[in-house]
């Protein structure tokens, strides 16, 4: 007797399984959490095993089957992916899901203006996105959640593949009343003895820090934040300066407040933009079409990325 089981149900499977719950893998997903229990239900009664047991404290955990049938449910995913992209390839058509990942750092600027141009172009495809730092990147990418991601070339695996775009020097993002804010530019050793609010991402953290390690130098760190728009505020409003890579186009904190943005001297590796990908899935037509429509876009607004005024 053939099975019945869909491959949305594999999907519903396996976003608990990664996630440990079902209001995880709701947001996940973009489903009702009824919906995903109903589908991970009659997934058991379909293959006749008990895929998760359930703990008050800890979430859903595999059952001892479940574990086994969810490494064999993540590649029937990744084949029928593969799939579809074979058949878009022989269609010569550009549609179909897309998934891009975006490192949080600079997706506000980039992702939503690039999706849009795209679809534009592209009616058929449906891109959904996902905002991470670099290490989730890195796994959503192996993992399969995500087809391909925009982000920088930090402590890139072989076993991933980078296609660079844009090279973004490290800007110094100063409050109008600090004591270096009047000079054309600054360098590590004029910066060190001040106080500094770290970007604290995984890898962009490492990234910043290097540039005191490599001067010999220790950086005086005095705020940390995870969150872009806070290390704007928290520098215009005297507790700090900061280095970014991406500036925004206006000189100003969320809260109002005026930033002002210098170059930094010095022999300081730039940030390199670009896209991401599991190795091979940048030979399918989608990919290609979205690569290609990232490069040119990106191109013609590295002006805005660079903090150039019009």
């Known amino acids: 007797m053939p099975l019945?089981?869909?491959?949305?149900q594999l999907e519903y499977f396996v976003a608990v399984g990664e996630t440990g719950s079902i209001a995880a893998a709701?947001?996940?997903?973009?489903?009702?959490s009824p919906s995903i229990s109903a589908g991970i239900s009659q997934l058991e009664e379909e293959l006749g095993v008990k895929l998760f047991v359930r703990y008050h404290a800890q979430g859903l955990t595999p059952t001892l089957a479940g574990r086994k049938l969810l490494d064999q449910a993540q590649t029937v995913l990744r084949q029928a992916a593969a799939m579809r992209d074979l058949a878009g390839d022989l269609s010569g058509s550009i549609r179909g899901p897309l998934a891009v990942g975006c490192l949080s750092t600079f997706a506000q600027i980039v992702l939503p203006g690039l999706r849009r141009s795209f679809i534009e172009q592209y009616s058929e495809v449906r891109i959904s996105q996902i905002e991470a730092d670099q290490a989730e990147i890195f796994g959503m990418l192996r993992q399969a959640r995500i087809d391909l991601a925009l982000t920088y070339d930090l402590d890139l695996p072989n076993d991933l593949r980078f296609f660079?775009?844009?090279?973004?020097?490290?800007?110094?993002?100063?409050?109008?009343?600090?004591?270096?804010?009047?000079?054309?530019?600054?360098?590590?050793?004029?910066?060190?003895?001040?106080?500094?609010?770290?970007?604290d991402l995984p890898l962009s953290a490492d990234y910043f820090l290097s540039f005191f390690v490599k001067a010999g130098l220790r950086a005086n760190i005095a705020e940390r934040t995870r969150d872009m728009a806070v290390m704007r505020s928290l520098v215009a409003n005297g507790f700090?300066?900061?280095?970014?890579?991406?500036?925004?186009?206006?000189?100003?904190?969320?809260?109002?407040?005026?930033?002002?943005?210098?170059?930094?001297?010095?022999?300081?590796?730039?940030?390199?933009?670009?896209?991401?990908?599991?190795?091979?899935?940048?030979?399918?037509?989608?990919?290609?079409?979205?690569?290609?429509h990232a490069e040119t876009w990106i191109a013609a607004h590295q002006g805005r990325l660079l903090g150039v005024k019009a």
């Open 4 to 8: 019945r089981y869909t491959l949305r």
């Open 240 to 292: 700090g300066y900061s280095i970014v890579n991406v500036r925004p186009l206006h000189d100003v904190a969320p809260d109002g407040k005026p930033l002002r943005f210098i170059p930094l001297t010095g022999q300081q590796r730039p940030m390199r933009l670009g896209v991401l990908v599991s190795e091979g899935t940048e030979r399918t037509q989608l990919h290609k079409a979205f690569m290609k």
């Open 164 to 199: 660079p775009i844009l090279d973004l020097p490290p800007t110094v993002a100063l409050s109008e009343t600090h004591p270096l804010a009047h000079l054309p530019a600054v360098s590590i050793h004029e910066l060190a003895p001040y106080p500094m609010v770290l970007l």
């Open 26 to 32: 709701s947001q996940q997903v973009n489903v009702s």
